[in-house]
């Protein structure tokens, strides 16, 4: 679960620092391998954002003549500018379908590169059991799922939205300084004339506005980072609930998981207490802006018009043009909430991208060996986390056609030593000089994708790599022949089988990829004694030149294997069987 505390640094860091990072995850896109199609939908989307801009702009020249003809009871201009407006309005349509379909392109092919290459660096070199084993960065699937969305959608509609109110800015502008005219005033016996006075009032109005947001919400970056965090773990004891259903069925743990989803939901309830404190605040502020932005422009145009310095349609285009330009200059203020959001995104994907391109630490080495026969250990020490020792191996050399057998107690650290010879293992000390050719290990549960039968059976190869033949002949080995006619039954296949099932596809699918050194760790565990000797019988047999090495409890066992290894007292004894 979250520490608070280690939300509160979100919103601790300096806005430089928030800005290199942000650059860090914006900048790889657009100078990828697809930056030519994204450049080229980012200026379409920039130049429909500039035709409507234009139209816009067109609009405020419109109501001028509209409300000028009104008042001097112009039936025949009236009559034109209703034709002028329909076509302002075909134009207006077909530059807002042509942006959101720009946009939308744009958005999905930057999301889809971005998950290409965040879940291509968290599946590369192991790093998602690393960041696992570490358990320093909760929720990978939320990141790449959610905040890798958020990024592309967000930081694209909030960056053109800065852009066009830019452009809205310099557009309208021209507009307010040209009709408010002058302010005079005399101050201290010095006459003082303001041009444009009412395009000041709107840049000191929007000015200070941002300024009062800023201190008055910034604490919900990190309510919201806080947030985000609670409801993924929320999410994750569900899940958990989900895949693990039967267990808490045979051990009546309704009650204990609803007690545990409470207190889960109680944090995300408190902490959503805080998100509603500060969202009163920012949309009372909010509301407040715009309703007085809208009177200020009305009490300071007033007295113009009845001097008679502008006439009735330049008040309704001044009027407007007020409103963009205060609209266009309260960017932030409007779109504060969403900066949040985002900046809390940002936070989780630099950690995550962080933690990815953290080396591994290990002080196992773990190399090739020069001799392809054989698997060499030297001076081994493996230790928990925490520093204390499991097992110490002098020297151990195992060779190609060899069939070992680890035991020992429960706790001694054999499990250990298989996942130090797959490179898992970074706690201890020693060298490790693996052999050439194909390796494969089977753990204790084994792991069946969400597909076809076939697409677990052939795991980790392609499905397409075995055929159909070879597929069915292995099942009938192993006798789950009863499962042949279902290779292309897509079912979630951990649920559907038997753990006993599910180790006997294990064997099938080493009979299918055919390995030189096959590591067993309690691979048959939940086998009962007869199909256990079948399926080590099978392996004898088929694969004559395999190298076995089984970390086991059962002594029926020895009989499959010519020597042991057995790990006692943090020492490691071999001899022959």
């Not at 570490?134 to 592309?152: S, T």
């Amino acid at each position: 679960m979250v520490q608070p505390a280690a939300a509160a640094d979100v919103a601790r860091r300096p806005l430089r620092q928030w800005l290199g990072g942000a650059w860090q995850l914006l900048r790889p896109y657009w100078v990828s391998e697809d930056r030519w199609p994204a450049r080229a939908l980012l200026a379409l989307i920039i130049a429909t954002d500039l035709l409507r801009t234009y139209v816009a702009v067109r609009v405020t020249y419109w109501q001028r003549d509209y409300w000028d003809a009104l008042a001097a009871h112009d039936v025949g201009a009236f009559w034109q500018l209703m034709w002028v407006f329909v076509v302002i309005i075909c134009f207006s349509s077909v530059f807002d379908t042509a942006r959101i379909w720009f946009f939308q392109m744009l958005e999905m092919r930057w999301r889809a590169w971005l998950t290409e290459v965040f879940v291509g660096r968290w599946l590369d070199d192991r790093a998602f059991y690393r960041i696992a084993r570490a358990g320093g960065i909760d929720n990978p699937d939320q990141r790449i799922g959610e905040d890798l969305q958020l990024l592309a959608s967000d930081s694209l509609r909030l960056s053109l939205g800065m852009l066009d109110s830019l452009v809205k800015l310099f557009s309208y502008s021209a507009i307010v300084w040209s009709l408010s005219g002058s302010l005079s005033f005399a101050l201290g016996g010095i006459g003082i004339e303001i041009p444009g006075y009412l395009l000041w009032v709107a840049v000191l109005y929007a000015l200070l506005g941002s300024l009062l947001l800023e201190k008055i919400g910034h604490p919900l970056v990190r309510v919201d980072y806080h947030q985000q965090r609670c409801e993924a773990h929320f999410r994750y004891l569900m899940m958990r609930v989900r895949e693990n259903a039967e267990q808490i069925a045979f051990y009546s743990g309704g009650r204990a998981e609803t007690v545990r989803l409470r207190a889960a939901f109680t944090t995300i309830r408190e902490n959503w207490r805080r998100i509603m404190d500060y969202t009163k605040r920012i949309t009372l502020f909010h509301e407040s802006y715009i309703e007085l932005g809208a009177f200020l422009p009305l009490l300071i145009i007033g007295p113009r018009y009845f001097a008679g310095a502008i006439t009735l349609g330049a008040v309704q285009q001044l009027t407007l043009s007020f409103s963009r330009v205060r609209g266009a200059l309260s960017w932030f203020i409007f779109a504060y909430k969403d900066l949040a959001l985002l900046r809390s995104a940002f936070q989780r994907l630099l950690e995550f991208e962080a933690a990815m391109g953290e080396p591994e630490q290990s002080g196992i080495a773990l190399a090739r060996s020069p001799r392809p026969d054989s698997l060499r250990v030297a001076a081994l020490n493996l230790r928990l986390p925490d520093g204390t020792p499991l097992a110490h191996i002098d020297d151990l050399e195992m060779r190609a056609g060899e069939r070992w057998l680890i035991r020992g107690p429960s706790g001694v650290g054999k499990s250990t030593l298989l996942r130090a010879l797959a490179g898992l293992w970074p706690h201890g000390s020693g060298e490790i000089a693996m052999p050439a050719g194909r390796e494969m290990f089977l753990p204790q549960q084994s792991y069946l994708p969400i597909g076809s039968l076939r697409a677990c059976l052939c795991y980790p190869s392609d499905e397409q790599w075995f055929g159909i033949g070879e597929c069915i002949e292995v099942l009938r080995a192993v006798r789950l022949e009863s499962l042949a006619d279902e290779l292309d039954v897509h079912d979630n296949w951990t649920k559907r089988l038997s753990p006993g099932e599910q180790q006997r596809l294990a064997f099938a699918r080493v009979l299918l990829h055919k390995p030189d050194w096959l590591f067993l760790d309690e691979a048959t565990a939940s086998l009962d004694p007869r199909n256990e000797a079948l399926l080590y019988r099978l392996l004898i047999e088929r694969l004559p030149g395999l190298t076995v090495v089984s970390v086991a409890h059962r002594e029926s066992l020895a009989a499959f294997h010519t020597r042991v290894l057995e790990l006692a007292d943090g020492h490691a004894r071999i001899a022959d069987l």
